[in-house]
């Protein structure tokens, strides 16, 4: 880390002019984006990693978890390793805050090192203001985002990704690829899109392609070597998915396939690609310009090749590359040229001003509307640019931009839910700050820092900071009191190799009983990777299902098969039901039930533990018939 500043930061930041309205701003939009981005504790995939740390520390407890048992993504990854030393230092909770706060304020910087190695001024800004305003969802169903605010390898591989290709723009080529390796031994698949990049631009920029034509034959060669000779993973290349595996990995990660994508994800790739023509056509031949093409390059090879592999070959090793995730950066570096094209337009005359609107209307639109916008501002700038330069504008077509315009803004903020769900709904602050960090920017840049104004941008900066750093103070509690109460004499009744169901409670069981989860949607997101994961998850979530429980949906919850099913839930079993339908599998070894409802009946058999909330039952002793006696 100090290598990459001291490298970085001494050629790039230094070179800034860094006053105290420049780092006003920078406080401003750092603040206004962690406060719509707050800290909300372990959720989403953190919860898979940070079971990947526990498993560093606890070994044969959690190798025997479904999530790990058939093998899993961990051995590709350094970060459970380093995730384990801080939650061993700091616990299971604090470990996650300290690590996410550190790898948002790393990403963040990191970002400004990326932009201001090939960006300055005004162009710069609107760039940082549209990357950390803007909905940073990238893939086909609103899944993965850049700069997330719950804890993955993800977050500090895309850090390092950013601060390697600044060096690489700056022809600091070893640092570059330390940096790259890196990101790589962080998270390989985020990382997969920086060699790709600096090679198309190395293969632009150089006179000898066909010598770099040849590298490229000869790293697939030796790939193909790798595959035939069975070595892990490249082996999966000379694989196609059976049927049984493939409906399971449709069922829980359709966003994999880019013919599952919605039609919101296609119109966000077309805008795009829109974005990055318009800045290689517009930008003077640079640094930006070939990032521009190589990166449209880039989004054109990797899609082309998912669509190919997954979607048509149904190819394992292509499959599970998820190439389509190098948009993360891909997106970046549009958002960097939109920057760019907005405010050279924006100096231009009245047909220019047209384009930028339209642009601007795009980005507010953020949704099926963004990519046909998109293509039209393309096609005004094709029609002014280079065939009818003298056209002007009538006072109806203005009048129909601006209307877009106001139209698109009102869908923004009407459809905030879209833009910015992830698993638990909108929230005002997210409306609030990425709104405010846009009319603050666009009001700083008319205004053009002009001196009575310019002093008053750093204390508002410092001011929004702090705010935003408090948002990373609370978080919600993971579970309530009554729940926590029995977890020491539960740990004592359940063995550590035990294999446990309580229903919604993979947390639970993960994080405070530490024991292996029996089967839950969520540890099903390792089916992509391995077929035998896929086979038993169903097998368990479909005996999960006909008990009467939510967990056992076979699909991800963003697909609208998840909600269709859900509505057709059988009822659940009373607790005699439950334990005589799940503990005939020997792969659950205690099953805890809550005392309520259909579970406040006695049931015919004795639980090794209760409580005022809660049973716990021995399914060995029901499988061996020495729990069959009523109880009383």
């Not at 337009?345 to 795009?362: C, E, F, P, R, T």
Request: charged share 15%.
């Amino acid at each position: 880390m100090k290598f990459l500043i001291r490298r970085v930061g001494t050629h790039v930041l230094t070179e800034a002019r860094w006053r105290p309205k420049e780092l006003g701003l920078i406080l401003f939009m750092l603040g206004a984006w962690l406060a719509a981005r707050p800290y909300d504790g372990i959720w989403h995939d953190s919860i898979l990693y940070t079971a990947q740390a526990l498993k560093v520390l606890n070994p044969s407890t959690f190798s025997r978890d479904l999530f790990f048992f058939y093998g899993s993504q961990d051995q590709y990854t350094i970060f459970p390793v380093l995730h384990a030393y801080a939650i061993d230092a700091f616990g299971i909770y604090p470990a996650a805050k300290i690590l996410t706060v550190f790898g948002k304020f790393l990403w963040f910087l990191c970002l400004v090192v990326f932009y201001l190695s090939f960006l300055s001024g005004a162009a710069f800004w609107t760039a940082l203001a549209i990357a950390t305003s803007y909905s940073p969802f990238f893939d086909g169903h609103e899944v993965f985002s850049y700069g997330e605010q719950f804890l993955t390898s993800r977050l500090y591989a895309e850090a390092f990704v950013m601060g390697s290709l600044a060096l690489f723009l700056r022809n600091r080529m070893l640092a570059g690829a330390i940096g790259i390796i890196i990101a790589a031994l962080l998270h390989p698949l985020i990382a997969l899109i920086a060699p790709v990049l600096v090679g198309i631009m190395v293969l632009f920029r150089s006179e000898r392609k066909a010598g770099i034509l040849l590298l490229f034959f000869i790293f697939a060669g030796l790939i193909m070597v790798l595959a035939a000779c069975g070595i892990s993973p490249f082996e999966q290349l000379l694989k196609t998915h059976d049927s049984a595996w493939l409906t399971v990995v449709k069922n829980r990660n359709p966003y994999v396939f880019i013919g599952e994508w919605s039609v919101e994800g296609i119109s966000r790739v077309v805008m795009l690609a829109v974005v990055l023509l318009l800045t290689f056509m517009t930008v003077e031949r640079g640094k930006g310009g070939l990032l521009a093409l190589a990166a449209l390059g880039a989004l054109s090879l990797l899609l082309f090749a998912t669509w190919l592999g997954s979607d048509v070959l149904n190819n394992v090793l292509l499959t599970q590359l998820q190439l389509w995730r190098g948009l993360w950066l891909i997106q970046l570096v549009a958002w960097a040229g939109l920057g760019h094209v907005i405010i050279s337009m924006a100096k231009g005359g009245d047909n220019q001003k047209m384009l930028v609107i339209l642009l601007v209307s795009a980005l507010l639109l953020a949704g099926a509307g963004s990519g046909p916008l998109a293509i039209l501002a393309l096609l005004l700038y094709l029609w002014i640019e280079r065939y009818h330069q003298n056209w002007k504008a009538s006072v109806i077509a203005k009048t129909i931009v601006l209307f877009v315009l106001v139209v698109s803004l009102l869908v923004n903020i009407l459809m905030m839910e879209l833009s910015f769900r992830i698993w638990d709904g909108p929230s005002w602050h997210m409306l609030f700050f990425n709104m405010l960090s846009v009319v603050f920017i666009v009001g700083v840049l008319l205004i053009n820092f002009r001196k009575k104004i310019a002093t008053l941008i750093f204390p508002v900066g410092v001011s929004v900071f702090f705010v935003g750093a408090a948002s990373f103070i609370g978080e919600k509690p993971s579970h309530n009191a009554t729940d926590l109460a029995a977890v020491e004499e539960l740990q004592r009744v359940i063995p550590p190799t035990a294999t446990v169901f309580k229903p919604g409670g993979l947390a639970y069981n993960w994080f405070y009983l530490q024991r292996a989860n029996y089967a839950s949607g969520l540890q099903a997101a390792g089916v992509l990777f391995s077929r035998e994961t896929a086979i038993e998850s169903n097998r368990r979530l479909d005996l999960l299902w006909s008990a009467g429980f939510h967990d056992g949906n076979p699909y991800w919850p963003g697909m609208k098969e998840w909600s269709t099913v859900l509505s057709q839930l059988p009822d659940e079993l009373p607790a005699r039901e439950v334990i005589e339908h799940l503990c005939h599998d020997d792969k659950l070894d205690y099953l805890i039930l809550p005392r309520s409802g259909l579970h406040e009946q006695v049931s015919m058999y004795t639980a090794s533990y209760e409580d005022k909330h809660l049973r716990l039952y021995d399914c060995a002793l029901f499988r061996t018939g020495l729990d069959l006696k009523k109880s009383t």
